[in-house]
């Protein structure tokens, strides 16, 4: 249990200034400067993943975390300026392991994990940063100082659920010293240690803030802001409609849907794209699914979907709102009609000819869910040229999405 008395002073040069100065001030004469702390956590008492040692610029907080835990606690890392972020972490640890840790504090972007990080933005550091300490942790615990200090605090936020989301599914724990109240909420901690109060409180595990996004219709020119964060080709197809969902008038996601060609009354998702300072907490999900809603209720069509990335995929499989037409598997997904009484009765996805074999696991998914409640609403959106008059929002949670 981290218990004791943490001191730490300096000397003092009794010079004509300091022996002026208490004078002043009727300050005591003293040979040295002390500031100490009685630090009592009992965090051996319960088990516990996360917690928050949290107070104003020179609280201590810093100090204490340094004299209880040592080596664990982690404020950055020396990464390569001329490589690929990937090969900053450890040298025997495989690649999968490696992008599994990036996609798990919400940093699931390929693109980016080919960059140096020191030309990656402030929040896609400050999740690498935390992949990387968990990477080196493996089952001990891991101290982050100055957690989201240099992020923007809707980014500092989201990263915080992310991270806590990652934490807990690993089975790890990780303590983040911060002067930023405003994440507590979205990390959860177990525990919150202010020592500015010397206080200690255990706390429960509530249901973290949902967030409200808005989906707006727009034309392809949006897509400059998000092609480069997408796995696959930045090429949008001609006929594409897109939309972007946006977190407190911030535009944060991008949608694209386009008809499936040879078959009719049948529509297709093309691309979807979450920025990264805003993945890990289901955004990239809500959008997808509330886009698929729209469809549904404006067209009448049915709407699918074929996806390469890990994260859509394990999501989807647990989706109510989704069925899965095709498993994972390193072939690409071709569409057939079985007809009866001259009319198409159903859509069935097939392995395509071996010659045709891709080198990426893709599944086929199928919207299942309701189409938007409002279909006047659905039909003008989908139907709007670009003048963001119409609106829908949708909400994500912690344990589930609501589109619609």
């Given at each position: 249990m981290p218990r004791g008395r943490v001191v730490r002073g300096v000397p003092v040069q009794r010079t004509a200034r300091v022996v002026q100065l208490e004078g002043y001030?009727?300050?005591?004469?003293?040979?040295?400067?002390?500031?100490?702390?009685?630090?009592?956590?009992?965090?051996?008492?319960r088990p516990w993943s996360i917690g928050l040692i949290v107070g104003p610029s020179g609280s201590g907080k810093s100090t204490i975390a340094r004299e209880l835990f040592g080596d664990r606690v982690v404020a950055g890392f020396d990464w390569p300026a001329d490589r690929a972020l990937v090969d900053g972490f450890p040298p025997g640890l495989p690649v999968k392991t490696i992008t599994g840790l990036l996609s798990s504090v919400g940093f699931s972007s390929p693109p980016a994990w080919l960059?140096?990080?020191?030309?990656?933005?402030?929040?896609?550091?400050?999740?690498?940063?935390?992949?990387?300490?968990?990477?080196?942790?493996?089952?001990?615990?891991?101290?982050?100082?100055?957690?989201?200090?240099?992020?923007?605090?809707?980014?500092?936020?989201?990263?915080?659920?992310?991270?806590?989301?990652?934490?807990?599914?690993?089975?790890?724990?990780?303590?983040?010293?911060?002067?930023?109240?405003?994440?507590?909420?979205?990390?959860q901690p177990d525990w919150v240690y202010q020592p500015h109060l010397s206080d200690f409180q255990w706390r429960?595990?509530?249901?973290?803030?949902?967030?409200?996004?808005?989906?707006?219709?727009?034309?392809?020119?949006?897509?400059?802001?998000?092609?480069?964060?997408?796995?696959?080709?930045?090429?949008?197809?001609?006929?594409?409609?897109?939309?972007?969902?946006?977190?407190?008038?911030?535009?944060?996601?991008?949608?694209?849907?386009?008809?499936?060609?040879?078959?009719?009354?049948?529509?297709?998702?093309?691309?979807t794209v979450c920025l990264p300072e805003f993945q890990g907490v289901g955004i990239g999900m809500a959008q997808s699914?509330?886009?698929?809603?729209l469809a549904v209720a404006a067209t009448g069509a049915q709407y699918s979907s074929i996806t390469s990335h890990?994260?859509?995929?394990?999501?989807?499989?647990?989706?109510?709102l989704w069925a899965m037409t095709r498993?994972?598997?390193?072939?690409?997904?071709?569409?057939?009609?079985?007809?009866?009484?001259?009319?198409?009765?159903?859509?069935?996805?097939?392995?395509?000819?071996?010659?045709?074999?891709?080198?990426?696991?893709?599944?086929?998914?199928?919207?299942?869910?309701?189409?938007?409640?409002?279909?006047?609403?659905?039909?003008?959106?989908?139907e709007e040229r670009f003048v963001t008059t119409t609106k829908v929002s949708t909400t994500t949670g912690e344990a589930s999405t609501t589109a619609g």
């Open positions: 001030f009727d300050l005591p004469p003293s040979k040295r400067s002390e500031v100490a702390w009685d630090v009592d956590l009992p965090i051996d008492d960059r140096p990080f020191g030309v990656l933005s402030t929040g896609e550091q400050f999740r690498v940063t935390i992949a990387r300490a968990l990477a080196d942790a493996g089952d001990r615990l891991t101290v982050i100082d100055e957690f989201t200090s240099v992020v923007d605090r809707r980014v500092a936020q989201v990263g915080s659920a992310a991270v806590a989301k990652a934490v807990r599914r690993a089975n790890q724990q990780l303590i983040a010293v911060t002067c930023h109240h405003d994440v507590e909420a979205w990390l429960e595990l509530q249901r973290r803030p949902p967030l409200t996004l808005t989906l707006t219709r727009v034309g392809p020119a949006a897509w400059a802001r998000f092609r480069d964060h997408h796995y696959l080709s930045g090429v949008l197809a001609p006929s594409a409609r897109c939309f972007v969902t946006c977190l407190d008038d911030e535009p944060v996601g991008f949608t694209a849907v386009m008809p499936l060609v040879g078959f009719k009354d049948h529509w297709r998702e093309h691309r699914a509330l886009v698929a809603s890990p994260a859509f995929i394990a999501a989807r499989a647990r989706s109510p498993a994972p598997s390193f072939v690409n997904g071709q569409h057939r009609t079985v007809r009866g009484g001259g009319r198409v009765a159903r859509l069935v996805t097939t392995q395509a000819p071996r010659k045709t074999q891709s080198l990426r696991m893709t599944a086929s998914f199928r919207y299942v869910g309701p189409p938007m409640a409002d279909a006047r609403q659905a039909r003008a959106l989908w």
